[in-house]
């Protein structure tokens, strides 16, 4: 069985670090491309940040410089390293999975991948 597990969510200040984790249960980092999204109450969810079976990323505007996507295959898990936060980064973040590529990789608005945790709230506050 599939399942992705976030953690890390914490308030800080605009100008503030976090460090997002997740760890994959039932998935091979041979075969499940992984990545993170993002929800404010009210609005649709949105594409963060990507990574493919060979490491390449794809980052959404909003983030590019600022974030990082990354793995450890050993303790099947990925990571979002977020730097100079803002409130406007405020949202529920979630870490997700899909076998295969597609257009959610290229973080393309409606697609979405298949395998969804429960969030982790990140809330930047001044």
């Known amino acids: 069985q599939v399942q992705v597990v976030e953690s890390g969510g914490d308030l800080v200040q605009p100008g503030g670090s976090l460090r997002l984790s997740c760890t994959a249960y039932?998935?091979?980092?041979?075969?499940?491309?992984m990545g993170w999204f993002r929800q404010v109450p009210g609005k649709e969810r949105e594409g963060v940040a990507t990574?493919?079976?060979?490491?390449?990323?794809r980052y959404a505007d909003f983030v590019k410089g600022r974030f990082t996507i990354s793995r450890d295959r050993s303790r099947n898990m990925v990571f979002l390293q977020m730097n100079n936060l803002t409130p406007e980064d405020t949202a529920m973040y979630y870490c997700?999975?899909?076998?295969?590529?597609?257009?959610?990789?290229?973080?393309?608005?409606?697609?979405?991948?298949?395998?969804w945790g429960q969030g982790t709230q990140v809330t930047v506050y001044s």
């Open positions: 990574l493919s079976l060979r490491e390449n990323t």
């Open positions: 997700v999975s899909h076998r295969g590529a597609g257009s959610w990789w290229y973080l393309q608005p409606g697609y979405f991948p298949d395998y």
């Open positions: 039932g998935i091979s980092f041979d075969e499940y491309y």
